[in-house]
Structure formats: structure tokens, C-alpha cells
């Protein structure tokens, strides 16, 4: 059996090496497994202090997806084993996978990533970190964690303060899948380069001369990178055509009825065109706590340093484990497939001492991610 991420290693000059990293788990669209963080981690370490790395590359193997989320399943089984919590496997995930993040984002070296299909969830954490991120005329990216009752997270907080508001909600709220040149418009993408120059990307990047510094290889990498560039034929972005649209939406909202409010008005918008109903629908069946999560989210994130917004994430990830609405969630999408979620609450009933309790850190020790402020 084939291990779940290949490692290997381009030769290029004066000794230098491009190191590239291949999730692959096609069966699963390349889903991020804890055994995954747990190559990638340490092999990500020990590139970063290797000086013969000049870059390091991410892909997906097939051309369906680079990554389409974590491995809900597996986090579903251990949360059936412990209702309530503690729950040993989930937070040992949500830890190390936050931790692999966190390194991403401030890795020391170049990170190109090619974002062809699927990326979402725990994929788009990995994306969104890099520091070169390429965009197919296939991607599909998307934060769809409303579905199953999860928020987004593994550094969406990053990305989502970034973008203007009225943006950053929709996204959260209605799970809407944008493409390439939406990622670009909103920050999540740096090229657009159509996914049959891959290989010659490779090609002429092996060919270069690197040098040894961070920031002379991200320059040269940009550059090189930016012959390839050619967004013509790609479709056009959704997120782009209806921006005005959704900038009305949320300036009709008031914040003392934000959800109520924005499901109204995106029921009066959805007749307007398919993408808008999807949107619309996604919201409407997916999980109201989750929704309220999102708003506290998106608000306490403008105050906090990067650290500060894993180890956020962190607590909400545990306290989903620990209550209901995420297992109840994976079980009607993808283990019964019933599509008929029973939530906890219903929109517009959920009392705000419910929605902070998934804010509320569950150690007595303290976060086990408080010592990513003082990481290199």
C-alpha cells in the first residue's frame, strides 16, 4: 500500500532542490487523515532547516481534487466513542492539524500550491497558508462547514479577516463554492496558470538557478511563475459577479438580527440565478449554530494576532466534538446520507449562552496551542 503523502525531492543547480509533497489518497479526494499530518509535519521541519530546499511544493494526486477537507469519518467515529468528551483522537487532530497550519503560514521557504479541483476545509487550510497559491481553471474552493455542523477552520480565520466583510459572511454563512478568479479578487489565490502547464512549471522551476534566501527565491518564484500566468479562458467568478449584490444584502442587516435578516433577504435574491440558490438552500438546511459561530467568529478575529486565531479555533473545534450538531451533521450528509439533520436549535432561537459555551476553552492547563506565539 502506498503511503498517504509522497515526498520527493527535484534536483536543481548548484545542489539546490525543489521538495515537493503529493497527498495522495485519490479514493477519498486526497482528505486530510491525522496519519497524513503526522508525514507532514516533521518532514515539512526538517525541509524548512535544510538548505539544500529552495521551495517546497504541494499538489494533489488525480485531477479531481489537491484536498477536499479532513477525515470527517474518522473524527464521526471517535465522537460516536465519546459523547461529550473528552475526546482523545478529535483534539489530537484538530491540535496537530492546526499546529501543521501554523507552520505553513510561517514557513521560512517559498510554499507553492497548486489548487486544482476540490479545495475545501482542511485543504483550503493548507492553500490558504501557502505563500505561492496557483489556481486552476477547475478550482473549487469553498469553506462548506455549515453543512455538518462544523465552522471554518484550520486558519480560515486568517483568510476571512482579510476579505471585506459583507464577503467573508457569505462565504462562512452559505458554504458557496467560488473558483479561481474569485480567489484571486478576494485574496485566496496569487496566479491563475491552467492546470496542463503543470508539468512544465516543474520543468523550468527545476531548471533555475535559486539562491539562498527566503526572500530572492519567493521574488524568483513569482516571477517565474508570472510567464505562466494567463487567465483568458477561465471561467468568470461568481463571487466576483454578484459582489454588489451581496454587499446590499448584508447592509439591509441589522446586528441585532444579522441571520434572520440575511435569510430573508438571500431568499428574495436566490430566484435570481442558480449559483444564488445554492447558496440560499445550503443556508437554509445547514446548521444554525454553526451560522451563529461564524458572526461571533468573524467578529472576535479583528482584535487577535495569528496565534491568537489558532488557538481560537482550537476551543471551537473541541467544544463542536463536545456538543452535538457536528456528529448529528456528518451523520445525515455522509454516514446515513438522509440529508435530514436534526439540529440542536432552530435559526433565530439559539440563546447566546449556547453560542459562547462553543468559544469557551475546555482545559484546566490552558490551550495547548498558547505556544504558538513563541514558535520561529
Known sequence: MSP??????????????IAVSTLSDEKTLNSLSLEMIDLLLPQLM???????VALVVFQGAGNRAFCAGGDVQ????SMVEHPGGPNPYAEAFFEREYRLDYLIHTYQKPLMVWGHGIVMGGGLGIF??????????????ACPEITIGLFPDAGASVFLKQMPSHLSH??????????AKDALMVGLADHLVANSKKAKVLSVLAEHDWGDTEADNAAKLSQLLATFEDGNNFPEGQLQGHAEKIKGLFSNCGT??????????????SNEDEWLQRAAKTFGSGCPTTAHIVVEQ?????????????????????????????????????????NQPCWTHQMGTIPQDWVEEHFAEPWESGNPLADLGSAR
Open 298 to 338: 468573524l467578529r472576535r478575529i479583528q482584535n487577535l494576532s495569528l496565534h491568537q486565531m489558532f488557538a481560537m479555533e482550537l476551543a471551537i473545534a473541541v467544544q463542536c466534538t463536545r456538543h452535538p450538531d457536528f456528529t448529528e451533521g456528518i451523520r445525515a450528509l455522509l454516514i446515513d446520507k438522509d
Open 256 to 269: 441585532n438580527n444579522l441571520l434572520i435578516e440575511f435569510a430573508l433577504g438571500l431568499e428574495s435574491l
Open 46 to 52: 526538517q525541509w524548512q532547516d535544510d538548505d539544500r
Open 74 to 77: 474518522a473524527l464521526y467515529r
Open 128 to 141: 490558504g497558508g501557502c505563500s505561492h497559491r496557483i489556481g486552476t481553471e477547475k478550482s473549487r474552493i
Open 4 to 17: 498517504p503523502v509522497i515526498f520527493e525531492e527535484i534536483p536543481c543547480q548548484n545542489g539546490k532542490v
Open 170 to 179: 457569505f462565504m462562512g454563512l452559505t458554504g458557496c463554492q467560488i473558483n
